[in-house]
């Protein structure tokens, strides 16, 4: 099993900056893709950012060139840097991991964080 603690969420004004955070604990042998999605009210779930285990990243066009993932392996723990926030990125954002086990591979989700901006 793997557990997902995010932090970093909350209001902030339209050009404000925040850092999303997401540690990953548990009984894997280790962490292959890790990444962030959003969901805000009466969308659906989207991709907005994904770091693959060799440091490989994709955004959403939406926010390329503001956002920013990236991950620390001796932390299990991946980063989300958000820049120039718009009202649009308003969301519950999740990070999501793919866990190796000995057995095969896994993905777990965060319990999300909200994330506002304000206009």
């Known amino acids: 099993q793997v557990q997902l603690v995010e932090s970093g969420g909350g209001l902030v004004q339209a050009g404000g900056s925040l850092r999303l955070s997401c540690a990953a604990s548990g009984s894997f042998f280790s962490i292959n893709a890790m990444d962030w999605y959003r969901q805000a009210p009466g969308k659906q779930r989207e991709l907005v950012a994904a770091?693959?285990?060799?440091?490989?990243?994709n955004y959403a066009d939406s926010v390329k060139d503001r956002f920013t993932i990236s991950r620390d392996n001796a932390k299990n723990t991946v980063y989300l840097q958000m820049t120039s926030l718009k009202p649009e990125d308003t969301a519950v954002y999740y990070c999501n991991v793919r866990a190796r086990f000995s057995w095969g591979v896994a993905n777990y989700w965060g319990q999300g964080t909200q994330v506002t901006v304000s206009s």
């Open positions: 770091i693959s285990s060799g440091d490989s990243t």
